[in-house]
């Protein structure tokens, strides 16, 4: 299983853009990466996933460069609401995810 | 309901009791997780379950006892826990067992507190 390393912790104010970096240097070639977002007390929920170049959604971009060795998810215009950990998981297979400890995102006013 | 629903979404419990958690999965999936999340630790994968059977059992004690009587509901039965079991326990469930490919879906989790 690849191993995935976040910052802690971000700060931001509103309406700016956020960009979280994950490392998978051990990225295995039918490994997918996917991030989720976790607010206090309450079950990760999926934002994103993919497995090369960029994938946009309605909530975020992700982009993924040639090397596959790292992935940044962004938040286009943050609002307070953004505030939650934000995990980068990469997994291939019948493989369970493994969360690490995730990007403590805050944002203030 | 939709989605993943949890019962219940907080429980105070003594080391003697014995109790259940319970959850339920509104999407048709087949597979689905109980996570264990302490403060300030990540999520932690204590059992998997694929069309009804036990698939994975990540070295939990026995005071933890998982039931899974069909593919939309789960049980975690707890009996003369420690203090250290506090944690918040998240169920999850996905289409099929978990691939890279699939996103897993989290209930609201059930905030447990061990006195």
């Known amino acids: 299983l690849a191993k995935t390393t976040q910052p802690i912790s971000m700060d931001s104010y509103e309406g700016q853009e956020v960009n979280i970096t994950c490392s998978h240097n051990n990225i295995a070639t039918n490994d997918y990466i996917t991030w989720y977002q976790q607010f206090p007390s309450q079950g990760p929920r999926f934002i994103i996933q993919?497995?090369?170049t960029k994938v946009t959604n309605e909530v975020a971009s992700l982009f993924i460069p040639a090397d596959r060795k790292s992935s940044t998810l962004s938040l286009p215009r943050v609002s307070l609401s953004d505030t939650a950990v934000y995990y980068c998981l990469v997994a291939s297979g019948y493989s369970t995810l493994t969360f690490g400890k995730g990007t403590m995102l805050l944002v203030s006013p | 309901e939709t989605g993943v629903t949890q019962t219940p979404r907080h429980l105070v419990m003594g080391m003697t009791n014995k109790k259940s958690l319970k959850c339920e999965q509104h999407l048709g999936h087949n597979a689905m997780y109980w996570y264990k999340q302490s403060a300030k630790k990540p999520l932690e994968l204590m059992f998997v379950y694929n069309f009804k059977e036990q698939t994975e059992n990540n070295s939990v004690p026995s005071r933890f006892s998982p039931e899974c009587p069909n593919s939309s509901h789960l049980f975690l039965h707890l009996h003369t826990l420690q203090p250290e079991d506090s944690a918040l326990y998240l169920c999850?469930?996905?289409?099929?067992?978990?691939?890279?490919?699939?996103?897993?879906?989290f209930g609201p989790g059930t905030r447990l507190t061990v006195l």
């Open positions: 993919g497995y090369k």
């Open positions: 999850a469930s996905s289409q099929v067992l978990l691939t890279s490919e699939n996103e897993q879906f």
